[in-house]
């Protein structure tokens, strides 16, 4: 009876590992060298080796960078006052490896929420990308990343691309790369 019971949940067990490498094996996007035809799958662009075992450099959010609010004039930090309040959501990279150059391309995802004096229309979102390595800023930039508001019900989102990095390979390990609001003053690096 005990061994019937333990065959039978190695059996259920043995099902569902089935399923999950079938689920496996479906996943990615979408496309085989069934679907596309054999010439068309060789065309696709093949990933080397080294590409991946190269070194890309992380992306994350400084404490304090991931939230803006912007505030009806003379209205600082009274909540029914609030024009506006962005948040990031999330932040990514992708390298590219081409003449002993890595190119990065840092994208920020976020969205905007009208606050009580909030309304339509444009409005720019103070972006920072900083490259940092071995403890030295190599680069800081400011962008005025602008978002159309459409209306005061709901959160706009919105995505952020920087393709302007590139580093020397081998980039040194100890590169980071930060993302976030920079509330300003603009001048400073």
């Known amino acids: 009876m005990a061994f019937s019971l333990v065959k039978g949940r190695f059996a259920a067990g043995a099902a569902v590992a089935a399923a999950l490498v079938a689920a ?5 996007d979408g496309s085989s060298a069934l679907e596309l035809g054999e010439g068309q799958a060789k065309q ?22 991931s939230f803006f ?14 024009v506006y309040q962005a948040s990031i959501a ?6 590219t490896y081409n003449n002993n150059v890595i190119g990065v391309t840092v994208a920020v995802a976020g969205r ?6 909030g309304k339509s229309g444009s409005i720019t979102m103070p972006i ?10 190599i680069k800081s930039e400011l962008y005025k990343h602008p978002v159309t ?19 020397p390979m081998p980039a040194s390990k100890k590169t980071v790369i930060y993302a976030g609001y920079d509330e300003g003053p603009y001048n400073t690096p």
């Open 128 to 137: 920072r990308i900083v490259v940092v390595q071995d403890g030295q800023v």
């Open 90 to 95: 999330d932040v990514t990279r992708s390298c």
């Open 112 to 117: 905007v929420v009208p606050g009580p004096k």
């Open 69 to 82: 609010t912007t505030y009806e004039r003379g209205g600082d930090k009274d909540a029914a006052r609030v």
């Open 149 to 167: 508001i459409g209306d005061t019900i709901g959160a706009t989102q919105f995505v952020f691309t920087d393709t302007s990095i590139a580093l």
């Open 44 to 65: 696709q662009e093949q990933v080397r080796e080294s590409e991946l075992r190269a070194f890309c450099p992380p992306v994350s959010l400084r404490q304090g960078t």
């Open 24 to 28: 496996g094996c479906q996943s990615g």
